[in-house]
């Protein structure tokens, strides 16, 4: 007996939206649609024997109708079926632990992240109906969850050596977030480096891709394909052939990744790479290409995530699904920016610039690669630089370098080398510590980040 009803189309809905559209809970990449979904939920609901044969057969109906590889959807089906007959999911009592389970036993066939089952309360299951329903009512909802995380638009910064930087941890479609994007892309306009953040970044629709590429390739660009089961048909994605504002197609790109980067995020990881008009910088991403659509089985208070196509890249031939997009800079996710931003400032400073500009760049570059590759200061010396210096002192505490000016708080220095520190809490500022001939410290020189210096010697 099959209790599903399958969601209107979201190609027919929105264009063939995919990985994360209007419905962020069920077509979203799992981390993400694991978060949405804790919304009402209630942990107690039983699954019983009749339940869990009929949730069986309306899984494996969907299967068969959608999912991408037919011959894949019949092995999933063969293996969750085997699974009820053998009573290998008796002991699961709550619909939550059964939608966990099957979720992963269609996995272990598939190796798909994309696919899912979950479950849905009785208040987000009539939520997702009225959307079904009419889908202006789901436009409406869906504008309303972005509006409040502004679209997933998380961060927005004009750096050092005129760099641009974008945290984006979602890929919101256009026809809710394009003012927006539009907005920030403008933002960026005038950078001379920008590296956009798609660390948290779980999927979303290829519209913002189409969009936010456009800014940065020069003409319409073909950028990915996906190829539909149902109706075996092809369907292209372009660059959009114009924007509103100025094009960066001579800037610098960085895009960093990790490995919770899935989905729509990998798209643009994956067209950048092959495009060759960037740089990958951090991990490799979590390996999930296939666009989803989405079934409810209101009955049931389950709905499911079914792929129901695959990528292809018009360069590659192929695409990211089960290997993700590998860095061209490897490092660990929390070390990305950093690897990005130097690399960056290092291809800008290799132009020639003015004395003025060459400062900004070489303050940022120094004060990244001691980030980067720390420095450690011993004890002995840290105290031999302690005293008074005029109106600036230091000392050691806890095996820390502390220094104040006048009667102000102190504050830590961090060594940048053995006589130079920097320090959090004034970024604009650094200490360099100058030794005599017989390695003693004379005196003390500020340096502040607009090339301005004063100095100090030691109290005699």
């Given amino acids: 007996m099959r209790l599903g009803k399958r969601m209107m189309s979201l190609r027919r809905r929105l264009g063939l939206l995919v990985f994360l559209t209007l419905f962020v809970l069920l077509a979203a990449a799992p981390c993400l649609a694991q978060r949405r979904m804790v919304v009402g939920q209630d942990d107690s609901m039983p699954a019983s024997a009749e339940f869990k044969a009929a949730a069986v057969d309306s899984v494996s109906w969907a299967l068969n109708r959608t999912y991408v590889f037919e011959d894949v959807a019949k092995e999933m089906e063969k293996h969750i079926r085997r699974k009820l007959k053998e009573g290998e999911y008796d002991e699961l009592e709550t619909v939550q632990e059964f939608a966990r389970q099957l979720t992963e036993d269609m996995r272990e066939i598939s190796s798909d992240r994309h696919l899912g089952v979950q479950f849905m309360s009785d208040e987000l299951l009539e939520e997702y109906q009225q959307g079904d329903e009419d889908p202006d009512v789901a436009h409406q909802l869906a504008f309303e969850r972005g509006r409040k995380r502004n679209f997933e638009f998380k961060k927005l910064e004009i750096l050092d050596g005129n760099v641009g930087y974008l945290k984006l941890n979602s890929f919101n479609d256009t026809s809710l977030s394009g003012p927006t994007a539009i907005a920030a892309m403008n933002f960026l306009g005038y950078t001379d480096a920008l590296i956009i953040d798609l660390t948290e970044n779980g999927g979303g629709s290829p519209s913002l891709i189409q969009t936010i590429m456009a800014y940065l390739l020069d003409g319409s660009t073909h950028l990915n394909s996906f190829y539909i089961r149902d109706g075996d048909s092809l369907q292209q994605f372009w660059s959009a052939p114009y924007v509103p504002g100025p094009k960066m197609v001579d800037t610098g790109l960085y895009v960093l990744t990790s490995s919770h980067t899935f989905s729509a995020a ?141 009667d102000r708080d102190p504050i830590v220095a961090t060594p940048m080398t053995e006589t130079m520190f920097s320090f959090d809490a004034v970024p604009y500022f650094r200490l360099e510590i100058v030794l005599g001939d017989d390695g003693a410290p004379v005196k003390l020189i500020g340096h502040y980040e607009n090339g301005h210096t004063d100095e100090n010697p030691r109290d005699q």
Avoid: C
């Fill in 266 to 406: 990998e798209e643009f990881a994956y067209n950048v790479k092959n495009l060759e008009r960037g740089t990958i910088v951090g991990e490799t991403t979590g390996g999930g290409a296939h666009p989803v659509t989405s079934y409810l089985f209101p009955s049931l208070n389950m709905g499911m995530r079914v792929s129901f196509g695959r990528a292809i890249n018009p360069v590659s031939g192929t695409n990211w699904e089960g290997t993700g997009v590998a860095p061209d800079i490897e490092v660990p996710a929390d070390q990305a920016f950093d690897a990005a931003y130097l690399d960056a400032l290092g291809k800008l400073r290799e132009r020639d610039m003015s004395d003025e500009e060459a400062f900004v760049l070489d303050w940022a570059i120094q004060g990244l690669d001691a980030r980067l590759n720390p420095v450690e200061v011993d004890v002995a010396t840290l105290e031999s630089y302690a005293g008074d210096y005029g109106p600036r002192h230091l000392r050691v505490e806890s095996g820390r370098l502390l220094y104040n000016r006048d």
